[in-house]
């Protein structure tokens, strides 16, 4: 899941790093690009307690959907990619069966998108779990 990010740095202080859809999720860094590598680290840890709780994992939204908040005014805005297949405490291998065409294209989404089957498919079910609720 691609998080929207916004950075911002007050007078004298490290770049901060906000998370408009993970609540109480921060990070810092000494630079953008350090701020940014330790806001996935962040993100990380953050879902994975949530995960450890039980708690339902949020979805990701667009950045537009929080362009508008005086909270962000004047953030520089990125996006982090967080795998949550790879954030659960123990894999377990499933067997499922679904249409062959359809198998092929999430391969060739995932392919297409620097993911892996397993990876995309988590993704997807836990978003889906997240909207339904």
């Given at each position: 899941m691609?998080?929207?990010?916004v950075?911002?740095k007050d ?10 859809d993970?609540?109480?999720c ?13 806001s996935?680290?962040?993100a ?11 708690e ?16 962000y ?12 297949s ?9 067997n499922?069966t679904?249409?062959?065409?359809l198998l ?5 989404y ?7 089957r ?16």
């Amino acid at each position: 899941m691609k998080y929207p990010i916004v950075i911002h740095k007050d007078q004298n202080s490290d770049y901060g790093v906000t998370f408009p859809d993970l609540p109480g999720c921060f990070s810092v860094g000494s630079s953008i690009e350090e701020a940014i590598a330790m806001s996935q680290e962040a993100a990380e840890c953050h879902i994975e307690g949530m995960l450890l709780d039980s708690e339902p994992i949020p979805v990701a939204s667009s950045i537009e959907n929080h362009q508008d908040n005086p909270d962000y005014k004047d953030g520089l805005w990125a996006l982090v990619n967080i795998d949550v297949s790879k954030l659960s405490l123990k894999a377990k291998r499933i067997n499922i069966t679904m249409p062959e065409r359809l198998l092929n294209t999430v391969d060739h989404y995932a392919r297409n998108h620097g993911e892996t089957r397993s990876g995309l498919l988590a993704q997807a079910i836990t978003e889906y779990m997240a909207e339904h609720q």
